[in-house]
């Protein structure tokens, strides 16, 4: 989506699905479920867990940091990995608010 198709949308609208785009690949889900199963901050063991390359590797975790699923600390010469527990409680706080709307509103059609 373009950028000016995003102004059309509010700043809510914009940051959930912008949280949801950044999850939106198996290698990013790989990533989080490595984060959670670990519960600690990782400097390069990624690379190992996942079958994809440095690069490639690194390019997920870009998303996820700029999403701020994801913070990143600068150790020596490593970058090491934790899951933002704040905007997880918010993603989390925010999907079930949208998913809630659905429930509320049901349908009787399709």
């Not at 950028?3 to 949280?19: C, G, I, R, S, Y």
């Not at 901050?41 to 867990?49: F, K, R, S």
């Not at 079958?51 to 699923?69: I, N």
């Not at 020596?76 to 934790?82: D, E, L, N, R």
């Amino acid at each position: 989506m373009g950028v000016t198709k995003t102004a059309a949308f509010t700043a809510d609208q914009n940051e959930l699905a912008a949280m949801a785009k950044a999850l939106a690949h198996p290698a990013r889900i790989a990533i989080i479920e490595y984060l959670i199963r670990v519960n600690a901050c990782i400097c390069g063991d990624l690379v190992e867990e996942l079958p994809l390359a440095q690069a490639t590797v690194s390019q997920h975790l870009r998303e996820l940091k700029e999403a701020g699923l994801i913070r990143g600390n600068i150790e020596g010469v490593s970058v090491c990995y934790c899951l933002d527990a704040a905007r997880w409680s918010e993603l989390r706080d925010r999907m079930g608010a949208f998913f809630e709307q659905a429930r509320q509103a049901g349908t009787t059609c399709c």
